[in-house]
Nanobody, 125 residues
């Protein structure tokens, strides 16, 4: 069974830093793209924070403005989002969305865009 698990969220003061992780586990999993989204409280829509494809090409939301860095460790099937100079408006649940292929019990490849459960980041003094 394929799992996507985010970690690393927490409470940080404005100007501080956090590093989020996105761990993908499962048998015979190949990861292609990995996107980070966030959703602020009060029912706002999820917005794209950053993405990285299997060639290492990255893309960022305009609001990131050089503060965040997305990376991945292909050997560990793990992605990272390094967040610096955090602001109160960065407070949100951060989600990882992974574009992957795994092999089912019949040996057939299955393509899947799987979400993790999210990790809460709170920026407050």
């Amino acid at each position: 069974q394929v799992q996507v698990v985010e970690s690393g969220g927490g409470l940080v003061q404005p100007g501080g830093s956090l590093r989020l992780s996105c761990q993908v586990s499962g048998r015979a999993v190949t990861i292609y793209g990995m996107d980070w989204y966030r959703q602020a409280p009060a029912g706002t829509q999820r917005e794209l924070v950053a993405s990285i494809n299997n060639n290492g090409m990255t893309n960022y939301g305009d609001f990131v403005k050089g503060r965040f860095t997305v990376s991945r460790d292909n050997a560990e099937n793990t992605g990272y989002l390094q967040m610096n100079s955090l602001k109160p408006e960065d407070t949100a649940v951060y989600y990882c969305n992974v574009d992957l292929v795994y092999y089912n019990d019949y040996g057939a490849p299955v393509a899947w865009k799987k979400w993790g459960q999210g990790t809460l980041v709170t920026v407050s003094s």
